[in-house]
């Protein structure tokens, strides 16, 4: 089998998962050929996007930006047998959501059903909203069958009858936390047709780290990784630490960029926090794996934006607990299904800057508590998610071989 992976950009740091994911597939045997709805706006990239050996297609950003392609492609377009149809869905959603992307959606259908590479047998969306919409699209014009991934953003900021027909037109979809598989069974026409698969960890990547050896004196270190963006909770990390006792000897690194990343250092300077904390902006993986084993505590304040927006289970949590360090976060979404409270982390409510706060203070003044809840979550992100298991189900959905036993 051929399938077509629609993403919204390729290849994006913040998308870790998707690029193992795909390589995974690809040692697994799937054909797989890259659909792309923008041009990469990151200058780096992750030694695994080396790796993946599928060929890209982009597609027009913007249709007035390659208007002949995109006439073209909507030339051939209405000859296909299901262009019909697939313009009648469109129409539907149209008078629902009468938007310039909701067109822009229709245009890149087009060019994907123009331009999709000879021999594809399916196409598969990662994300419910605009690369869902175009992979529906064009499916419907190519009389091909499709499925999907759905993660955070996309669930909870998609409009539920957009979220219900999508479920209804593709065969499966998958999601990787508990809360979000409920929620979108509850829409599914056919609740059987959503499953529940974990990213997990390639732990060939992420491998077991060697022991520390703790500087004399050194101040520890508090390290977060997540874009500057507002479920990501950063205002909230900014007043925890500045509430945190003179005294104490820490220094906050944050690696990722993102649009609120200079709101974010102003309000650090504004709180007096400039002398202890390092931007290092958006770093590839090999960087990000190096300043978690210098860890000491690692903090993702997430929270539910104000337009609905909200992590799922943020792998960087995973990466860290396989690096042995201990963390703070909230009980929000799938989060609580890798961290179990003062087991194999800490977790406050979204939003509580003063319980970040004290959190914070607990690790930061107590190194057996960092050591016990460091060890306890390295045990069970390494026993419960593995990358394994969930390209074991996706393979399956696949109709792909089975993966070989273990010598």
Known sequence: MAVAFVLKGYPRLSETFIAQEIRALEQRGLDIRIVSLRHPTDTDAHPVHREIQAPILYLPEYLHHEPMRAA????????????AAAFATWRADLRRDFTRNRIRRFGQACVLAHELPPGVDRLHAHFLHTPASV????????????SGSAHAKDIWTTPAWDIREKLESLDWLVTC??????????????????????????????TTPDAREKVKNAPLIILSVGRAVAKKGYDDCLQALASLPPQLDWRFRHIGGGPLLSELRERARGLGLDDRIEWLGAQPQNVVLSEMRRADIFVLPSKQAPDGDRDGLPNVLMEAQSQRVAVVSTRLSGIPELVLDRETGLLVTPGDAKALSSALRNLLEDSALRSRLAQAGFERVRSRFSMDDGIDSLSNNFGLRARPAAA
Do not use: E, N
Request: net charge positive.
């Open 72 to 83: 073209r492609a909507i030339i051939h377009a209405r000859t296909l047998p299901g262009f």
């Open 135 to 146: 992979a529906r699209y064009a499916a419907i014009m190519k009389g091909l069958p499709w």
């Open 177 to 206: 936390t508990q809360a979000g598989a409920d929620y979108l069974q509850s829409l599914a026409p056919t609740p059987s047709t959503v499953s529940l698969v974990h990213h997990g960890l390639d732990f060939s990547r992420f």
